[in-house]
C-alpha cells in the first residue's frame, strides 16, 4: 500500500510531502519532496537504512529507525526539536503497512495572555 502525507510544520514554512510505500510483509520506503534542507538530510540517512519493517519499527524496547534518525539529525544541525516532519514519516509507516487508519493529526497553538 502507498500513503501520502502533506505536512505544514509552522513558523519555518517548509511544507513536506511524504510518500510510504509498503509491501505485504510491512517492509517500508519513503520518498521526500520537500525545500528544507534538513529534510532533505534527513530523507537521505533514512533511505540508507531502508525498508524498514514497520512491525520492529513499534517496538517499545527500541527507539524507532525513524526517530533516532531525525534526532541524530537534529543534535548534529541544531535544527528544532519540535519539527512535525518525523511524526508525520512515522504516521505514514503506520497507515501504509496497515497498522493504523487514515486520519488527520493537528495541533492548534493558541497564545493566552
Known amino acids: 500500500m502507498k500513503t501520502k502525507i502533506e ?3 509552522g513558523i519555518c514554512n ?3 510531502m511524504v510518500s510510504a510505500s509498503a509491501d505485504k510483509r510491512r517492509n517500508v520506503e519513503f520518498e ?3 525545500e528544507c534542507e534538513l529534510i532533505k538530510s534527513f530523507d537521505m540517512l533514512l533511505n540508507k ?3 524498514l ?3 520492529k519499527e513499534l517496538s517499545p524496547t527500541n ?6 534518525s531525525a534526532r541524530s539529525l537534529l ?3 541544531g535544527c528544532c526539536e519540535a519539527c512535525a516532519v518525523p511524526i508525520g514519516v512515522c ?5 501504509a503497512t496497515g497498522l493504523a487508519l487514515p486520519a488527520d493529526v493537528s495541533l492548534i497553538i493558541m497564545n493566552e495572555s
Open 7 to 9: 505536512i505544514n510544520p
Open 14 to 16: 517548509f511544507k513536506t
Open 32 to 34: 521526500f519532496e520537500t
Open 49 to 51: 537504512k531502508t525498508p
Open 53 to 55: 519493517a514497520g512491525l
Open 63 to 68: 527507539e524507532s529507525t525513524i526517530m533516532e
Open 75 to 77: 543534535i548534529s544541525k
Open 91 to 95: 504516521k505514514a509507516m503506520y497507515v
